[in-house]
Nanobody, 122 residues
Framework: QVQLAESGGGLVQAGGSLRLSCAAS????????MGWFRQAPGKEREFVASITRSGGTTAYADSVKGRFTISRDNAKDTVYLQMNSLKPGDTAVYYCGTSSLVTRIAAAFRNWGQGTQVTVSS
C-alpha cells in the first residue's frame, strides 16, 4: 500500500500563489497516475489536475487551466501543484490520490492523503 501526505496549503490573498506537495511512501511503484482533487464545503470532490508517471501526459480542469501546473519528481516520490493567480473560488481542501487510469473521475483514485486546506481571501 502507498501512503500520501499533502502539504503546502494556507491562507493567501486573491492573485497570490501557493505550491502544494504530495509525498508518497510505501509501495510507490503503484503511483502510475497521480491526481489532485479539491473539495469545498457542501460540494463533491472535483478533479483539478493529473499527471502520468513519466510526466508526459498532464490534464487540467478548465477552471484552473493556465493558472495551475502539476509536476512530479519520481526520485523524491513527490507530486507538486503550483497554483498561481488564485481566486476565492479555489478555496477548498486539496487532496492527492493515485490511479492506474488516466481519468478525471474521483472514484478511480485511491490512497487519498489527509488533505491540505487552501483558503483564498478576496
Amino acid at each position: 500500500q502507498v501512503q500520501l501526505a499533502e502539504s503546502g496549503g494556507g491562507l493567501v490573498q486573491a492573485g497570490g500563489s501557493l505550491r502544494l506537495s504530495c509525498a508518497a511512501s510505501g509501495r510507490t511503484f503503484v503511483t502510475n497516475v497521480m491526481g489532485w482533487f479539491r473539495q469545498a464545503p457542501g460540494k463533491e470532490r472535483e478533479f483539478v489536475a493529473s499527471i502520468t508517471r513519466s510526466g508526459g501526459t498532464t490534464a487540467y480542469a478548465d477552471s484552473v487551466k493556465g493558472r495551475f501546473t502539476i509536476s512530479r519528481d519520481n526520485a523524491k516520490d513527490t507530486v507538486y501543484l503550483q497554483m498561481n493567480s488564485l481566486k476565492p473560488g479555489d478555496t477548498a481542501v486539496y487532496y492527492c490520490g493515485t490511479s492506474s487510469l488516466v481519468t478525471r473521475i474521483a472514484a478511480a483514485f485511491r490512497n487519498w492523503g489527509q488533505g491540505t486546506q487552501v483558503t483564498v481571501s478576496s
